[in-house]
């Protein structure tokens, strides 16, 4: 079993950055695909990036591609969503999670979440 916290979040003019931290407790950690997703005020939970448990494979939402970046550091038991010219439509709760089985773009198929940290892009 692994718990994951977020953090990083905060408010950011358009154009702006931030990068969020997602820890994971746990001696396996490495051994967890991970996934970033979010979720805005009145939609529908949404897929951003995935990272393989060795980090070999890292796939984005087309809406996040070439604007956000993932890495995982196993020495710290984390995972890295590095967001670059943010946009007022980034806006949202974002969660990371965990799976053991493969990759997947799905929420539902993740086994562990952490509570989210809040992002806020202004105009």
């Known amino acids: 079993q692994v718990q994951l916290v977020e953090s990083g979040g905060g408010l950011v003019q358009a154009g702006g950055s931030l990068r969020l931290s997602c820890a994971a407790s746990?001696?396996?950690?490495?051994?967890?695909?991970m996934g970033w997703f979010r979720q805005a005020p009145g939609k529908e939970r949404e897929f951003v990036a995935y990272?393989?448990?060795?980090?070999?494979?890292?796939y984005y939402a087309d809406s996040v591609k070439g604007r956000f970046t993932l890495s995982r550091d196993y020495a710290k038991n984390t995972v890295y969503l590095q967001m670059n010219s943010l946009k007022p439509e980034d806006t949202a709760l974002y969660y990371c999670a965990a799976r053991t089985s493969g990759w997947s773009t799905s929420g539902d198929e993740y086994d562990y979440w952490g509570q989210g940290t809040q992002v806020t892009v202004s105009s």
């Open positions: 990272i393989s448990w060795n980090g070999a494979i890292m």
């Open positions: 746990g001696r396996t950690f490495s051994s967890y695909n």
